[in-house]
């Protein structure tokens, strides 16, 4: 094909999302499974997340069955004049001290009987306990945490000699669209890299966006180097459960690098059993079934080797600054050469952190 540029198309954009797109999705996984979504407007993307107040923390003390002061964890779930329940003891919280983080009960409530309390049991927030006639109770407001990210720019030069557009090149058409569809694909991978591994930071020029390792803080399992379980995924799939992670559906799935895809699809092998028409062994696993749901396990090499995550694409996005997605603008012909330009720009936006988790430190 001979492509012929004309003086209309010189500094114009021509966007090449799609062709980004339709590029090697074993290059760049987390491009493929999240796509592209709208846009945003500044620089500094900015969002709000709401979530509402704690209903569990652990007594970090130990308390004989008479104590009537206990030391928790977190005071956030606690409020006057609430049941609460340890073990099969109910009990009614009177006042907070959130400096000491400590509250104050009544022990035996509504006749359950009082027991000694073991160091980090979970104790729970049931009700309010509501009275006949009361006052209207005093109302809480949890404020809306504010979370942001930078745009981050993706940028790549094409440049062709005349000499080299006019001599023949084997299986090459056009070599300028053949050196743009390679600078395509290195910039796509370098997005990926930065969905992945980035690193907040703005020096007033350049800025980096932040990656989904770095913003999944909250449900982090260390596996100092242990082989991969089932226990083990149970266990993250558990801890975003239990932080309402499954409240809204979601679509969960495994990334994992090469190395754990074929550990865990060696995981059941031991009780892998063949009927006689069949004439291959071995297995692949390309989702798994637990307690939570069925999960999609996707092969990332862009992870690190020891790590995988469990992450919900309906809440990350990958999302251009305005009119900023990837496109290319031909710079025209300067001396003997042609020479073009591709530019993207893009933030990724993960909201409710404490909804995704991560493995680290696998063998």
Same mark, same amino acid.
């Given at each position: ?34 796509? &592209? ?63 000491? @983080? ?24 049931? &009700?309010? $306990? ?6 209207? $109770?005093?109302?809480?407001? @949890? ?10 720019? &993706? ?19 056009? +070599? ?6 390679? @600078?395509?694909?290195? +910039? ?87 009927? =006689? ?5 071995? =297995? ?10 069925? &999960? ?27 009119? $900023? ?39």
């Amino acid at each position: 094909m001979t492509l012929i540029y004309n003086q209309d198309l010189i500094g114009k954009k021509q966007s090449v999302v799609d062709e980004i797109l339709l590029l090697n999705p074993n290059q760049t996984p987390m491009i493929n499974l999240l796509g &592209f979504s709208e846009p945003v407007t500044a620089t500094t993307h900015v969002w709000y997340e709401d979530e509402v107040f704690a209903t569990k923390s652990t007594v970090t003390t130990a308390a004989a069955a008479d104590v009537t002061e206990l030391v928790v964890a977190d005071v956030e779930a606690f409020r006057g004049d609430i049941v609460v329940k340890v073990d099969e003891e109910l009990m009614l919280v009177q006042s907070v001290d959130p400096a000491a @983080k400590k509250i104050t009960v009544v022990r035996g409530y509504s006749g359950t009987t009082p027991v000694a309390i073991k160091a980090n049991t979970e104790i729970e927030v049931l &009700f309010v $306990r509501g009275e006949e006639g009361a006052e209207a $109770r005093q109302a809480r407001y @949890k404020q809306r945490q504010r979370a942001e990210n930078y745009t981050q720019i &993706f940028d790549e030069s094409v440049e062709v000699s005349g000499t080299a557009e006019t001599v023949a090149q084997y299986g090459i058409s056009n +070599l300028y669209e053949y050196e743009k569809a390679k @600078k395509e694909l290195e +910039l796509a991978l370098q997005l990926e890299k930065a969905v992945i591994n980035g690193i907040m930071f703005d020096d007033g020029k350049v800025r980096q966006m932040r990656g989904i390792r770095n913003f999944i803080q909250t449900n982090v399992t260390d596996a100092a180097n242990a082989d991969i379980t089932i226990q083990m995924l149970n266990d993250i799939s558990q801890a975003v459960y239990s932080k309402g992670g499954f409240a809204s559906g979601g679509q969960y799935a495994f990334v994992v690098p090469a190395k754990q895809k074929r550990k865990i699809s060696d995981l059941q092998n031991d009780k892998l059993r063949l009927v =006689q028409s069949e004439t291959a062994r071995g =297995q692949v696993v390309d989702y798994i079934v637990n307690d939570f749901g069925k &999960f999609q396990v996707v092969m990332n090499d862009n992870l690190k080797s020891d790590e995988l995550l469990f992450i919900d694409t309906n809440r990350i996005k990958i999302r251009p600054l305005g009119d $900023r997605a990837f496109h290319h603008k031909l710079l025209g012909v300067t001396g003997d050469r042609t020479q073009g330009m591709l530019v993207g720009e893009y933030s990724l936006e993960l909201t409710q952190e404490k909804a995704h988790a991560r493995i680290k430190g696998l063998a």
